[in-house]
């Protein structure tokens, strides 16, 4: 993945928490641009794993409220955002059920059927 966002992807601003593979202890931060298939986060530290599970706080798109959606990832890559402190994360979701990824493309307007 770029560094740069696909043409698809929407800037957001979601509460979102990843779980590192080998770990029980999420790490808290935010979704700043997410498509489909990638995502770009700012978290307060560095997230040594590469594979990790992903959750995400985002609007419902059927109903006036909050759904979580939950993938599996891979960093790609990383880096210190120096007038913030925090690492931009370069993010490949992995795995999505299909109910989920509708949930997603709805809430984001990408399915455009």
Known sequence: MSNNPSPQSRPVNWRAAIVPQDSQQPIHGRISDISEKHAVALFPQSI???????????PDPDRKGR?????KIQISSQT???NISEFRLFIQITELD??????LRRTLKLDRA
Do not use: K
């Open 48 to 58: 040594a794993a590469r594979t990790a599970r992903l959750y995400i706080d985002m």
């Open 67 to 71: 759904c979580y959606l939950d993938c």
């Open 80 to 82: 210190l955002v120096g």
């Open 98 to 103: 299909e109910i989920q990824r509708n949930l």
